[in-house]
C-alpha cells in the first residue's frame, strides 16, 4: 500500500503483536482459543504438544504446498505458537534447519517450549517483525506462513524480504486470506471486522503483482474455501529465479542504470546486436520497458552486474496486452556461464505469471548464439525479413522469432 504511513505501520504492528500475545498467554493456562479462523487442517495421524495445536491460528496448511524436503533450511513467518515450525523440523529431519520468526513475545516463549516438548532440536526462533527479517540475503530454501501477511500494514516490504532471504530457485508457500475482486475500501473494511483477525487484505490480482514487483518469477494464487463475505483463504506459491552457482536474479533497480546500460553499449559496439548504435539515456530506458518484466543478473560476491533482460509493450492496443517484444544483454566476459538463459527464463516465467501470450524479438541472423539460446527456450522462427534496414552503412537481415505460452492463451491457438 503506497499510501501507507510509517505511523500506520507502527500503529498496527502493536495491534497485532498486543492481540497475539493476548492468544499465546490464553494457550499457555490452557483456555481454548476461539479465534475466528479455527485451526488448520492438518493431517490427524501427526502428533504435536497440546499447546501449539491450541495455538494454530491459521487459514490453511502451508506444509502441504511447501513440498519441504530433508536437509532444507525453512523459514516460517509470524511462526505463532510453533506448530508449523515442530512439523517443518520433523520434515527437514536432522540435516536441515527451520527458522521462526515473530514478533510477539509471548508466542516465543509459547513456541520455545512447545518445539521442547516435542523433541526439536533442528528449530529457533526469533524475535522480529516479518517487514525486517533478522536473516541474511540467499540463507533459506523456502519460506512459509499461515495467514500472517494479510496483517501487515506493509505487504510489498513483506515479499521482498522473503525474496531477499531465498536462495536462486527458492520457494514460497503460504496460506493467507485474500479480498474479493470489486470489493470497495469500505465493504473490504466491513468484511474483515466480521472475521476479525484479518486486516488490510488485497484481492488475488494485487497479490500476484506484488510477488512479480518483488522479483519472484512465478506465482499462483488458489482460493480455497471462504471465510466471510468477501474473503477467501487462498494458497499461494511462487519461486525466486534459479541462476547459475554464484549469481541470483533480481528485480532491475534505479540504481543499476549505469551497469545496465554499459553492458547494453558494449552488445551494440559487437554490430550484431540491434540497430542501435548508442544506448539511450536511463530515462527512455525505463519508460520503455515494462516495470514487472524487468530482471538482472548479479554477482553474489561483489554485486557485479552479469546481464539483464527487460521487455516492451508491442502496441497500446487492449487487443495486444500479452504481445511483447524483449531485449537481453550480457556482459563480454560472462558469456557460457547460462546467464542467458536464466534470465531468459526468469522473463518467461514473471510474463507467464501476468497472462503475456506471446514474447517476439528480431535477431540478425549472424547472431547465432542468441538464435541457439532461444529456440533452447522454446521460441519459433516465423522467418527472415530481408533487407529490412541499415546498419553502419550496410543493409542487414532480420529473423523474426516469437514464443507462444504453452499454458496463457492456448483455447485460441
Excluded at 149 to 173: C, H, W
Excluded at 384 to 389: M, V
Aim: glycine residues 12%; hydrophobic residues 40%.
Amino acid at each position: 500500500m503506497t499510501d501507507t504511513t510509517r505511523d500506520d505501520i507502527d500503529r498496527q504492528r502493536t495491534e497485532v503483536v498486543d492481540r497475539y500475545s493476548g492468544l499465546a498467554r490464553q494457550a499457555m493456562r490452557g483456555d481454548e482459543q476461539g479465534d475466528c479462523l479455527g485451526a488448520a487442517p492438518y493431517a490427524a495421524d501427526e502428533p504435536v504438544p497440546p499447546g501449539a495445536a491450541r495455538a494454530s491460528l491459521g487459514c490453511g496448511n502451508p506444509l502441504a504446498v511447501a513440498d519441504i524436503i530433508p536437509g532444507e533450511t525453512v523459514l516460517d513467518l509470524g511462526s505463532g505458537g510453533g506448530l508449523d515450525v515442530i512439523l517443518s523440523a520433523r520434515r527437514t529431519g536432522p540435516t536441515g534447519q527451520v527458522y521462526g520468526l515473530d514478533a510477539s513475545p509471548d508466542m516465543l516463549v509459547l513456541a520455545r517450549a512447545n518445539t521442547a516438548q516435542a523433541g526439536i532440536d533442528n528449530a529457533e526462533f526469533l524475535a522480529g517483525h516479518i517487514e525486517d527479517i533478522p536473516l541474511p540475503d540467499g540463507s533459506v530454501d523456502v519460506v512459509i506462513s499461515n495467514c500472517v501477511i494479510n496483517l501487515s500494514a506493509d505487504k510489498p516490504r513483506v515479499l521482498a524480504e522473503a525474496f531477499r532471504v531465498l536462495r536462486p530457485g527458492g520457494r514460497l508457500g503460504v496460506t493467507d486470506i485474500i479480498g474479493d475482486e470489486g470489493l470497495d475500501t469500505s465493504e473490504r473494511a466491513a468484511a474483515e471486522r466480521e472475521v476479525g483477525c484479518v486486516s488490510g487484505t488485497v484481492t488475488g490480482d494485487q497479490y500476484r503483482d506484488q510477488l512479480l514487483a518483488a522479483g519472484f518469477t512465478t506465482a499462483t494464487v488458489t482460493r480455497t474455501h471462504r471465510v466471510a463475505a468477501g474473503l477467501t483463504s487462498a494458497i499461494i506459491q511462487a519461486t525466486k529465479p534459479a541462476a547459475p552457482a554464484g549469481v541470483t536474479i533480481r528485480p532491475m533497480r534505479a540504481g543499476d542504470a549505469d551497469q545496465v546500460l554499459a553492458i547494453y553499449q558494449a552488445g551494440l559496439d559487437t554490430g550484431h546486436a540491434s540497430f542501435e548504435t548508442t544506448a539511450p539515456a536511463w530515462d527512455a530506458f525505463d519508460a520503455a520497458k515494462l516495470p514487472l518484466h524487468r530482471h538482472v543478473a548479479v554477482e553474489i560476491a561483489g554485486g557485479r552486474l552479469l546481464g539483464w533482460v527487460a521487455a516492451t509493450a508491442v502496441s497500446s492496443r487492449c487487443v495486444y496486452a500479452g504481445v511483447i517484444e524483449h531485449s537481453i544483454y550480457v556482459h563480454p566476459d560472462t558469456r557460457g556461464r547460462g546467464i542467458a538463459a536464466a534470465l531468459l527464463d526468469a522473463l518467461i516465467g514473471s510474463t507467464e505469471t501476468a497472462g503475456v501470450w506471446t514474447i517476439q524479438s528480431g535477431i540478425f541472423p549472424e547472431n547465432t548464439a542468441s538464435l541457439r539460446l532461444h529456440a533452447k527456450a522454446g521460441f519459433r522462427t516465423i522467418g527472415t525479413r530481408h533487407h529490412i534496414g541499415q546498419h553502419h552503412g550496410r543493409w542487414r537481415d532480420v529473423v523474426f522469432i516469437e514464443r507462444r505460452s504453452p499454458t496463457v492463451g492456448t483455447s485460441s491457438q
